[in-house]
């Protein structure tokens, strides 16, 4: 089994700046893309950005230009550099990784883009 542990989110005003991180733990030989998604109140949980472990990326194209994602390998962990938020930001954020197939998801942090 993998662990998820995210960090980072909270109230920031628009066009304002957070970080959010996911620390993976446990069984975690195997483990290829990892990623962040995110679910607004009364939508689907939809990708935001990917990356693999040799660093190819894939972001969502609302927020190309952004939003940057990076990991760590050494600490098992992956990053989302979220600059000039938007209100439309706001949504619970899940960090996800993939390993040998398998999806594993941490339990949520809530971004909140308000004035």
């Known amino acids: 089994q993998v662990q998820l542990v995210e960090s980072g989110g909270g109230l920031v005003q628009p066009g304002g700046s957070l970080r959010l991180s996911c620390a993976a733990s446990?069984?975690?030989?195997?483990?290829?893309?990892m990623g962040w998604y995110r679910q607004a109140p009364g939508k689907q949980r939809e990708l935001v950005a990917t990356i693999t472990r040799g660093g190819s990326t894939n972001y969502a194209d609302s927020v190309k230009g952004r939003f940057t994602i990076s990991r760590d390998n050494a600490k098992n962990t992956v990053y989302l550099q979220m600059n000039s938020l938007k209100p439309e930001d706001t949504a619970v954020y899940y960090c996800?990784?993939?390993?040998?197939?398998?999806?594993?998801w941490g339990q949520g942090t809530q971004v909140t883009v308000s004035s």
């Open positions: 446990g069984s975690i030989l195997g483990i290829n893309v």
């Open positions: 996800k990784v993939t390993k040998w197939g398998d999806n594993y």
